[in-house]
Structures are given as structure tokens and as C-alpha cells.
Nanobody, 128 residues
């Protein structure tokens, strides 16, 4: 089992930046694909970004492409989401997730059903 804990959320003005962290414990995530998802009030949870086991391949939702960057430090068992040029529509609870099959697939999925482990989420609020 792996436990994921997100941090770094908060209140920021439009145009600002935040860096989310997802710290894993219980086992190494160095062979997992990792993803970030978000859920805004009244909406379904949606894909934001994902990376393969070594961070060499990344995927982004069109809505965040060019503004958000996913990265990972396997030595620290941590995944990051750097969010720049934030917009009010980025307001949501952000979740990180782990897919333990990542090493065997070599890539990462953009759909939630592939991810077995989830954090509790961190709130990001962007004011206009």
C-alpha cells in the first residue's frame, strides 16, 4: 500500500503561481505512473497532468498545457505540479494519484480508472 499526501494548495490571485507537492509513503513510487486530477464544485473530477515512472514522458489537459508542469523526484518519493498563470477556472481540489503498473506500460494514463491510489486532495482557490 502507498499513502499519498498533497500539500501546497491555497488562495492566490489570478496570474499567480502555486507549487503542489504529493509525498508518498509506505513504499517507493519510483515505478509508478503518477497523475494529478482536480474537481471543481459541482463538477466531475477531471484529468490535469500525468507523467511516466521516470518523468520522461508527460501528459497535460489542453486547459493547462503551457501553464502547468508535472515533475517528480523519485529519490524523495514526491511528485510536483507547478502551476503558473493561474486562472479563476483553475479553482478546485487537486488530487494526486498513483498507477503501480506504470513501469510495465512505460507511459501514463489520463483517465482515473487506471489509478489505484489517491491522496486526500488540496484546495486551490484562484481569485479574480
Amino acid at each position: 500500500q502507498v499513502q499519498l499526501v498533497e500539500s501546497g494548495g491555497g488562495l492566490v490571485q489570478a496570474g499567480g503561481s502555486l507549487r503542489l507537492s504529493c509525498a508518498a509513503s509506505g513504499r517507493t513510487i519510483s515505478r509508478d505512473a503518477m497523475g494529478w486530477f482536480r474537481q471543481a464544485p459541482g463538477k466531475e473530477r477531471e484529468f490535469v497532468a500525468a507523467c511516466n515512472w521516470n518523468g520522461g514522458t508527460t501528459y497535460y489537459a489542453d486547459s493547462v498545457k503551457g501553464r502547468f508542469t508535472i515533475s517528480r523526484d523519485n529519490a524523495k518519493n514526491t511528485v510536483y505540479l507547478q502551476m503558473n498563470s493561474l486562472k479563476p477556472e483553475d479553482t478546485a481540489v487537486y488530487y494526486c494519484a498513483a498507477d503501480p503498473r506504470g513501469y510495465s506500460t512505460g507511459g501514463a494514463y489520463t483517465t482515473q480508472e487506471w489509478y489505484d491510489y489517491w491522496g486526500q486532495g488540496t484546495q486551490v482557490t484562484v481569485s479574480s
